[in-house]
């Protein structure tokens, strides 16, 4: 295991590397200055010069890019171009209103869709499997941003039951933030409720189909304890990896859900630094969410194996 | 005419203030157009109430709306004459919860956004501020009263008295001269070349004299509201310094402190040591948007009160909304149609004339506003300024005519990119107009890119650098704000080598019109000068310009004495919960 994790970290920091010097160079092709673009279009050109000046946004490139690998080795990613802040506060900041989001999302999908995914592979080709089936592919169609407007319109909007907002002030009491929090969560759940029903669908079919759980039904256990004891811990693996990669989604993509709710996550963080060429918030915002990502597939990777030591021994192999 | 009411008022007048009394008198003003250029002049609300008395043809006491300094009489600011009559028919006590835009910099010298000049102005104030009047005139701020010299190149300022700091200390003229040095030395846009490093000087602790680099008569809407920077700072405000880190100002609203967040929104607690007295309400609860379409469905949900801006095509549900009090203020904001005049198919200015021949520009105002607009006639006087000559003829869709002039000028088959940035309605304007330039045979491709580029690429590329914008598309739509004076539009956007004249328009007779008018100080001379300007830009025709629109804000019903200025800053220091 410690070889498995030991490798698994090498490999993060070849990621890290190779995402920090991608966002670089797009961020350097795309037009415009970073001086312009902090400052607009009507401040005068000595101004906008001076500030390229000092943020080192003039400087050639090769001199840039050693400058923001030497700020990624000693965790220094200095301040913002655009409020002049340290970055790292901010980010975490926003991590942790990603993290809310998302683990509310996640606390209302997972339960549902896999028990949703069990129930329906234990109906298969009846109507109840053919019903939800249905419901998964037409939740998982629908974008969220779609789903999250009819929710503002309909229960923000005209029955005015939960807030169209999503932020709430820092002192807020935690029913106060899940209140205001559970529109997008909802948004999000309904997307992937089809993603993972589907998929525990699958998984548990396949297995409720192998030789050992008709072994274990032989011996005599009941449905239930078959259920709990051989076919979940098999049937949920491939659900764990796609709950994994959903994570990381959830705390760098939802864009559109957090612009519509007013929620200042991740994603809605570093699209303002990409369009203002925010540099150092831009790289720093990659790489944690690049660690995000890490983390959660390195949790579900640890997780699948402790729920099938097989893949632990082969990994080790 | 009341000749003794009258002569009291001539008899303490400056020259500039005689020339706009006599104006008025002899009817080559408008009341409307006195009060404005009044109130520039620096003078007082009593004697602008005295004029209009002594020139109306019944008995009438001084307009209560009329807004000015100056005189002998120290007027209070309109604001605290309405906080006092508002707090006397509705409820104190209460917070507002309101939106607006995210600010991108909430530094008082360089900040450049709308969100920016709105939370910095809740606690910093200008030397003239805006009244509730309208969208152009200004009236006493942290500057009681405001004097220009005979022709306008030295201006003399007192300042209101027993003001104070948020921290207890109080404002001196020191404060000012520290305010407009720092103002200099950044270059701030509305002062430079107007303004000289060391032209305003403290002649005592409560006044400041600023001597200007030639005359100027429409200098204090320069250190007003509408230069939305020159919000005076402390003395020891180092450059760079923002109200979120320190905190500072002479206003209405204290920034409460740990509730500014980039991410979230800012809160503001009632100055209790405030000069206009004790606010209705107790504070104002911002939250930052990036859009509008989030914040009317925000007002919706009745998690806001308020909005600062909004757009006809974001907003429509609030102006049909009989519990919303819409603000649709005619104001100056425009969109520039530029067409290069130097080289390319729009050099002749025949096909310029052509192509704005072919808007409608009812149509457009209509489709794009519901109406909340008036007519733009391809200049940038706008009919709000008291100096507007409207004798010029307005320009109407002629479709015969374009046709003819191209037929004069040899173009057939005229193709052209009309390039647009993706803001609010200027998409729909430029699929508009190409349907209209269509009638008379001019095919227009329209092309829309993110604003984030358009600037940069199309409107003003930094290259090449001399002369300014010369690297602008040969066609294109460019948005700009409102101002008090058409100042910024003809210098920067017309005169020649502007810095951002991307027609690269470049007429003798033109600046040498702008340059009589930023010289003249008389309302007559001003006025001349603008016909100058009109008749010049309607027959060269650099630019078209359709329409001004109007700036929609507003609030619920249940807040009144809400208004907003045309550049983003909103004002409450006159608003309470209707009982």
Redesign the interface.
């Known amino acids: 295991m410690a070889r498995f994790i030991g490798r698994r970290l090498l490999l993060s920091l070849i990621t890290i590397w190779l995402l920090v010097t991608i966002v670089f160079f797009i961020t350097y092709v795309?037009?415009?200055?970073v001086g312009?673009?902090?400052?607009?279009?009507?401040?005068?050109?000595?101004?906008v010069d001076a500030l390229n000046q000092r943020l080192g946004t003039d400087r050639p490139i090769i001199v840039q890019y050693l400058d923001t690998l030497t700020r990624v080795v000693t965790l220094n990613f200095g301040d913002s171009y655009?409020?002049?802040k340290p970055v790292l506060p901010?980010l975490f900041?926003?991590m942790v209103?990603s993290a809310k989001l998302a683990g509310l999302a996640l606390l209302l999908t997972i339960p549902i869709a896999i028990a949703a995914g069990v129930y329906a592979a234990r109906r298969r080709d009846r109507r109840a499997d053919r019903g939800i089936v249905l419901l998964g592919v037409t939740s998982s169609s629908i974008p969220e941003f779609v789903t999250g407007t009819v929710l503002?319109?309909v229960v923000?909007?005209q029955l005015?039951l939960l807030?169209?907002?999503a932020?709430t002030?820092?002192s807020a009491s935690i029913p106060t933030q899940i209140a205001a929090l559970l529109m997008p969560a909802t948004a999000m759940a309904i997307v992937y409720f089809g993603y993972i029903a589907r998929m525990t669908r699958a998984g548990t079919i396949e297995v409720l189909q192998s030789d050992y759980t008709r072994t274990a039904a032989m011996k005599g256990l009941t449905p239930n304890q078959v259920m709990r004891k051989h076919v979940l811990r098999n049937a949920l693996i491939p659900t764990v990896a796609v709950i994994a990669v959903q994570v990381g989604y959830l705390f760098g993509g939802i864009i559109a859900v957090e612009?519509?709710?007013?929620y200042?996550g991740m994603g809605?963080?570093m699209l303002?630094a990409a369009?203002?060429k925010d540099l150092p918030m831009l790289t720093a915002g990659v790489i944690l969410v690049g660690i995000v990502y890490m983390l959660a597939t390195l949790a579900a990777d640890m997780t699948m194996a402790w729920m099938n030591p097989r893949i632990r021994l082969d990994s080790e192999r | 005419m009341d000749y003794d009411k009258l002569d009291q008022v001539r008899r303490t007048a400056v020259p500039l203030q005689l020339d706009t009394i006599e104006a008025f008198a002899a009817g080559r003003l408008s009341r409307r157009e006195f009060i404005q250029r009044a109130s520039i002049l620096g003078l007082g609300a009593t004697s602008i109430g005295l004029v209009l008395a002594a020139c109306s043809s019944t008995t009438s006491s001084p307009s209560a709306s009329a807004a000015g300094g100056g005189g002998t009489s120290a007027a209070p600011s309109a604001a605290a004459s309405a906080a006092a009559s508002a707090a006397a028919s509705a409820a104190t006590g209460g917070r507002i919860r309101v939106a607006i835009q995210r600010p991108?910099?909430v530094d008082p010298v360089?900040m450049?956004?709308l969100g920016g000049y709105g939370i910095v102005s809740q606690s910093m104030e200008f030397l003239c501020t805006l009244t509730p009047k309208d969208l152009v005139t200004i009236g006493p701020g942290l500057a009681l009263t405001w004097t220009p010299n005979a022709d306008g190149s030295v201006w003399t300022f007192n300042l209101r008295q027993n003001v104070k700091w948020h921290d207890g200390t109080p404002f001196t003229a020191d404060d000012v001269v520290a305010t407009m040095e720092r103002l200099v030395a950044?270059?701030n846009?509305g002062l430079?070349g107007v303004l000289p490093a060391g032209g305003a000087k403290a002649t005592d602790p409560n006044t400041v004299t600023m001597t200007l680099a030639s005359p100027n008569g429409n200098f204090p809407y320069l250190v007003s509201v509408f230069n939305a920077q020159t919000v005076i700072t402390p003395k020891a405000y180092a450059a760079?310094t923002?109200l979120d880190k320190v905190p500072a100002g002479t206003g209405a609203w204290k920034l409460t402190p740990g509730s500014y967040?980039?991410?979230?929104?800012a809160s503001f607690d009632r100055n209790p040591d405030w000069w206009g007295g004790t606010t209705p309400l107790d504070g104002i609860d911002f939250?930052f948007?990036?859009?509008t379409g989030?914040m009317v469905?925000?007002y919706?949900?009745?998690?806001v009160d308020a909005i600062v801006q909004f757009d006809v095509l974001s907003g429509k549900s609030l102006i049909d909304d009989p519990n919303f009090n819409l603000i649709a203020a005619p104001a100056a904001l425009h969109r520039q149609i530029w067409m290069r005049t130097d080289k390319g198919q729009f050099a002749d200015k025949r096909v310029r004339q052509a192509l704005a021949y072919t808007f409608d520009r009812p149509a457009l105002i209509q489709q794009l506003f519901q109406g909340k607009a008036q007519l733009g006639n391809d200049h940038v006087i706008w009919e709000g300024y008291p100096y507007f000559d409207s004798s010029v003829p307005q320009r109407t869709q002629d479709i015969a005519k374009a046709k003819s002039l191209l037929t004069a000028a040899g173009v057939t088959n005229l193709t052209a990119t009309l390039h647009a940035g993706q803001l609010l309605e200027i998409p729909d304007l430029a699929t508009l107009l190409k349907s209209q330039a269509a009638q008379a045979g001019i095919n227009l491709n329209v092309a829309v890119e993110s604003l984030?580029?358009y600037?940069?690429?199309q409107?003003?590329p930094?290259q090449p650098?001399d002369p300014?914008c010369s690297g602008a598309a040969e066609l294109g739509i460019v948005d700009y704000g409102h101002r008090g004076t058409p100042d910024v539009y003809l210098n920067?956007a017309l005169k020649s080598k502007g810095?951002?004249n991307s027609s690269q328009y470049n007429s003798p007779d033109f600046d040498a019109a702008f340059s009589s008018f930023q010289k003249a100080v008389g309302v007559d001379a001003q006025k001349a000068a603008c016909n100058k300007i009109e008749t010049i830009l309607l027959e060269d025709t650099p630019i078209g310009l359709p329409y001004f629109y109007n700036y929609l804000a507003g609030s619920s019903k249940t807040f009144s004495g809400f208004y907003a200025s045309g550049l983003g800053q909103a004002f409450f220091s006159a608003t309470s919960k209707v009982a």
């Open positions: 795309l037009p415009n200055d312009r673009t902090i400052l607009g279009p009507f401040a005068p050109q000595e101004t655009v409020n002049g901010q900041d926003a209103r503002v319109v923000g909007v005015k807030p169209v907002i932020t002030p820092p612009k519509i709710f007013t200042n809605q963080t303002f369009q203002n | 991108v910099s360089a450049q956004d950044a270059g846009s430079k760079g923002t967040n980039t991410q979230t929104g939250t948007f990036d859009a989030p469905t925000a919706q949900g009745q998690q984030q580029t600037y940069g690429a409107w003003c930094a650098a300014p920067a810095i951002w």
